[in-house]
C-alpha cells in the first residue's frame, strides 16, 4: 500500500490564482482530512468527510472547499489564493471517524502564496 | 476559545535519559486523546492514544497519562534515543475518534548524544 499520497509537494501561487492539492489513500478508509500547519503552530483543521459523498467543516474553512467523489481521493481547491494561505497542508485518513483511532498523515504540500 | 496548549516549546534530554513531554487542555469534554510524532519535513505519525475513562495507557518505550481533575496529558519517553528527536503533539476531541482533532502548538525534543 502507498499509504495516503499528496501532489504536489511544493507549489508557489501568486495572489488570486486558484488551484487543487491532491490527496488519495489506498486503505479503503472512510474518513479523511484536511489541515494546515503554520510555523510554530499545531495542525487546524480545514475539512474533513466521513465518507464519499460527505463532507464538513473544520476550524478554518474560509477559502477552501473540499469534495469526495469516491472513497479514495479528497482534493483541496483553493478559490482565490491569498498570502495568509501560505502554509503547509496535510491530508490524513484513518478506517473510520469514531473508533478509528489512528490516522495516518501524508507528507504534506508545501504552499506559498506570494 | 477552548484549545489545547503545552507547558514548554523546546526540551533537551540526553541519550538514555526518560523524557516527559507535558500537555495541557481546556475542554472538560474531551474524551479522547491521541500524541504525535513529527519529524522534520514529515508528516504526523501517531504515537499512542488514550480514552477519557482511562488514566494510563502504555506502548513500547512510551507511556501516556491522564489527569482529568487538571485537565493534563503526558507522553512518558523511556530510554530515549536520537531517533526519538522530533516535534511532539499533543491531540483531543470530544468525538470519540479521528473526527475533529484539536491539535497543541507541539513540543520540540532534542537528544543529545
Known amino acids: 500500500n502507498a499509504g495516503v499520497t499528496q501532489t504536489p509537494k511544493f507549489q508557489v501561487l501568486k495572489t488570486g490564482q486558484s488551484m487543487t492539492l491532491q490527496c488519495a489513500q489506498d486503505?479503503?478508509?472512510?474518513?479523511m482530512s484536511w489541515y494546515r500547519q503554520d510555523p510554530g503552530m499545531g495542525l487546524r483543521l480545514i475539512h474533513y468527510?466521513?465518507?464519499?459523498?460527505?463532507?464538513d467543516q473544520g476550524e478554518v474553512p474560509n477559502g477552501y472547499n473540499v469534495s469526495r467523489s469516491t472513497t479514495e481521493d479528497f482534493p483541496l481547491r483553493l478559490l482565490s489564493a491569498a498570502p495568509s494561505q501560505t502554509s503547509v497542508y496535510f491530508c490524513?485518513?484513518?478506517?473510520?471517524?469514531?473508533?478509528?483511532?489512528?490516522?495516518?498523515f501524508g507528507p504534506g504540500t508545501r504552499l506559498t502564496v506570494t | 476559545g477552548e484549545s489545547v496548549g503545552l507547558h514548554l516549546p523546546t526540551l533537551s534530554v540526553q541519550e538514555g535519559d526518560n523524557s516527559i513531554i507535558n500537555c495541557a487542555y481546556s475542554n472538560s469534554a474531551s474524551d479522547y486523546f491521541i500524541w504525535y510524532k513529527q519529524e522534520s519535513g514529515k508528516g504526523p505519525q501517531f504515537i499512542i492514544d488514550?480514552?477519557?475513562?482511562?488514566d494510563k495507557r502504555q506502548g513500547q518505550r512510551v507511556t501516556v497519562l491522564l489527569n482529568k481533575t487538571v485537565k493534563h496529558l503526558s507522553l512518558q519517553i523511556a530510554a530515549t534515543q536520537p531517533g526519538d528527536s522530533a516535534v511532539y503533539f499533543c491531540a483531543e476531541t470530544t468525538q470519540g475518534g479521528s473526527e475533529k482533532l484539536v491539535f497543541g502548538k507541539g513540543t520540540k525534543l532534542t537528544v543529545n548524544p
Open positions: 468527510s466521513v465518507g464519499a459523498g460527505i463532507t
Open positions: 490524513a485518513s484513518s478506517y473510520t471517524a469514531s473508533g478509528g483511532r489512528e490516522q495516518y
Open positions: 488514550i480514552r477519557s475513562n482511562m
Open positions: 486503505m479503503n478508509h472512510e474518513y
